[in-house]
């Protein structure tokens, strides 16, 4: 079976590993070869998915896993192997968080994530490209390479945690971690062809997590189908003291939340009784036609399995770019000023006086984009501009939240649509215009400054064959939903099990 295995989820892995068809040196030996062959960094027809890999560390927890088992421990993921997005910190692997403000910096913990996944049984197979700090939409703003899009390599793959995407897309990596500030998970999900879930605010920890904007950022998970984001989610999920916005909620069976049968379903109508709400805001003239085609089938689909499809509105759909580009850059500013070249971070050699060293230090380190947004966050702070843009947001961020519990309260239990207006554009073609990618993250961010879980399914194929995701967003801490909705569609279709060439 070993020419098969990169095309086995974590769920089969798990049993192939039970069963002992499989050894996890075995199974992260074929993924390490599978790896170097196919993405080899730099270069046209290279997947720029890994930023750093390091065979003898990922062997190294594979052999342990083997052992764990050997000494009678089980669990469905020990020795399953996934890769993290490098903007979890790692003890074995370098983090760089796609800057070369970090380059070559180590950290001296694991990410509480990380460390979760580790006592599950997961194997790192390496760390993730993705933009730099996680700002981006694209993987371009990676400072070392971008990643493509495994459908189409002269495509971008999404971001920011391209690298997760591609990685999973492209059977590099079964499963991966990513982050999710303003979409980061579900658009390069979406992009990919691949299933996404960013839980929450607070299910997971941040702690370990390079900070971008912290009353957003969230893990989360990318992976080939719900059933394996559960499994991953399980494990990585819960209270942490070391985060002061973790959620204190006991610890969450998402496996067993989405297969457990809701009142009134059947086997054939599993989502029996379920009001499926479809924003007005998110349908506009705008969306791309072969998205809107794709959506529909899917809407379909959903249908068939028993969902009421309703019409709802969040009337500041529009609002939440220009609030989302106020508090995310303003937070990322403040967050940021630690990279100085004293405490952390990339120091100019040679330098003058202190003031210079900064300066220095943090033009040659920190790339363009992050560069506009701490010139933007820092402007919306300072005084003078404090109530007119960053107070501003942060009061119609609560109407957009409140737009959500208006509908959940009276006319639906979940929100689809499009993750994004259209499919994959090219590498290079929106380079000019930072803009545009930010209006691309419309359908994202809602949910994001709501604090909602959201996922990204996928449903369909548009233009040039290209992958397109369904957005579902539930109530707060409703995953366990919107996995079961997710899991009901994908025993219903096939779009999931779909791979580039
Ligand atoms: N594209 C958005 C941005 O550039 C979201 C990024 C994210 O979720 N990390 O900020």
């Not at 989820?9 to 199974?27: F, K, N, P, Y």
């Not at 003890?91 to 760089?96: A, E, I, S, V």
Request: charged share 20%; glycine share 10%.
């Amino acid at each position: 079976m070993s020419t098969e295995l990169h095309d086995l989820g974590v769920a089969a892995l798990g049993q192939a590993l039970a069963s002992r068809q499989v050894s996890a040196t075995e199974l992260a030996g074929a993924l390490l070869a599978r790896q170097a062959a196919l993405d080899s960094q730099c270069g046209p027809s290279s997947l720029g998915a890994y930023l750093a890999v390091d065979a003898e560390a990922t062997l190294a927890q594979a052999r342990r896993a083997d052992q764990r088992r050997a000494d009678g421990e089980s669990g469905p993921l020990l020795g399953v192997p996934i890769a993290h997005k490098d903007i979890f910190v790692t003890r074995d692997w370098p983090t760089t968080a796609g800057s070369k403000m970090l380059a070559g910096y180590r950290s001296p913990f694991d990410a509480t994530v990380v460390e979760r996944l580790a006592a599950a049984g997961t194997v790192t197979l390496g760390k993730l490209n993705c933009d730099e700090f996680a700002m981006g939409s694209s993987n371009e703003h990676s400072a070392f390479f971008p990643a493509r899009n495994p459908w189409d390599l002269s495509r971008i793959p999404g971001g920011s945690s391209g690298g997760s995407a591609v990685a999973v897309a492209a059977r590099l990596a079964p499963a991966a971690t990513g982050t999710d500030t303003g979409g980061s998970i579900r658009q390069p999900a979406a992009f990919c062809g691949i299933t996404g879930i960013k839980p929450t605010y607070g299910v997971c920890s941040r702690y370990g997590m390079v900070a971008f904007a912290s009353s957003l950022d969230q893990a989360g998970v990318m992976a080939r189908s719900a059933e394996d984001c559960a499994l991953l989610l399980g494990a990585m999920s819960g209270f942490d003291e070391r985060d002061a916005t973790s959620a204190e909620r006991p610890p969450q069976d998402y496996r067993a939340q989405m297969l457990a049968p809701r009142d009134g379903a059947s086997a054939s109508r599993p989502l029996a009784g379920l009001r499926i709400g479809l924003p007005a805001e998110f349908f506009p003239p705008a969306l791309a036609a072969d998205v809107n085609g794709a959506l529909r089938g899917a809407l379909a689909a959903l249908e068939k399995l028993g969902a009421t499809l309703v019409d709802v509105s969040l009337p500041r759909t529009a609002l939440a770019i220009p609030v989302y580009y106020v508090i995310a850059p303003a937070e990322a500013s403040s967050n940021l000023s630690r990279f100085d070249g004293v405490r952390y971070g990339h120091r100019a050699e040679p330098h003058g006086d202190l003031m210079d060293l900064y300066k220095k230090s943090r033009s040659e380190g920190f790339g363009p984009e992050v560069q506009r947004r701490i010139v933007i966050g820092t402007y919306v702070l300072s005084h003078g501009y404090y109530d007119a843009y960053y107070l501003q947001a942060q009061k119609l961020r609560r109407m957009i939240a409140d737009d959500f519990s208006r509908c959940f309260a009276e006319r639906c239990d979940v929100i689809a649509g499009p993750v994004a207006p259209s499919v994959a554009w090219k590498i290079g073609e929106r380079s000019d215009d930072p803009v545009q990618d930010y209006l691309a993250d419309i359908f994202t961010l809602p949910a994001s400054l709501a604090g909602l879980p959201g996922m990204s399914v996928p449903a369909g194929f548009g233009e040039a064959g290209l992958p397109v995701g369904l957005q579902l967003i539930g109530r707060h801490f409703a995953e366990g939903q919107l996995l079961h909705v997710a899991h009901a569609l994908q025993q219903a279709t096939d779009w999931h099990l779909r791979s580039p060439k």
